[in-house]
């Protein structure tokens, strides 16, 4: 099994920023990748972005490449989603989640996500 729990959303205006964290444990949370996704309203949920815990390069979607970047913390078991230049198309829950596909019905377990919330 494993956990997730994310933590840092909010609302910012247009052009800021935020920090994301998603803290993992469970016996074998190393063994998959950790991924972001987001839902937004009237939307289906879709991948952002993915790192693995032994290193390799993070894969980002189109839509947030150059402006998200996702790090991981092994020591605290964590990883970090900083999403600059925010728009509000980026208005959505983020998901963090565990598998090794990287897609929704890929991935094995779910954090409850957290709002995250662009003005214009």
């Known amino acids: 099994q494993v956990q997730l729990v994310e933590s840092g959303g909010g609302l910012v205006q247009a052009g800021g920023s935020l920090r994301l964290s998603c803290a993992a444990s469970g016996p074998t949370f190393s063994d998959y990748a950790i991924a972001w996704f987001r839902q937004a309203p009237g939307k289906e949920r879709e991948f952002v972005v993915a790192i693995t815990w032994s290193g390799g390069s993070p894969y980002y979607a189109d839509s947030v490449k150059g402006r998200f970047i996702i790090s991981r913390d092994n020591a605290k078991n964590t990883v970090y989603l900083q999403m600059n230049s925010l728009k509000p198309a980026d208005t959505a829950v983020y998901y963090c989640?565990?598998?090794?596909?990287?897609?929704?019905?890929?991935?094995?377990?779910w954090g409850k996500g957290t709002l995250v919330t662009v003005s214009s």
């Open positions: 989640a565990a598998g090794n596909v990287l897609r929704v019905d890929g991935m094995l377990y």
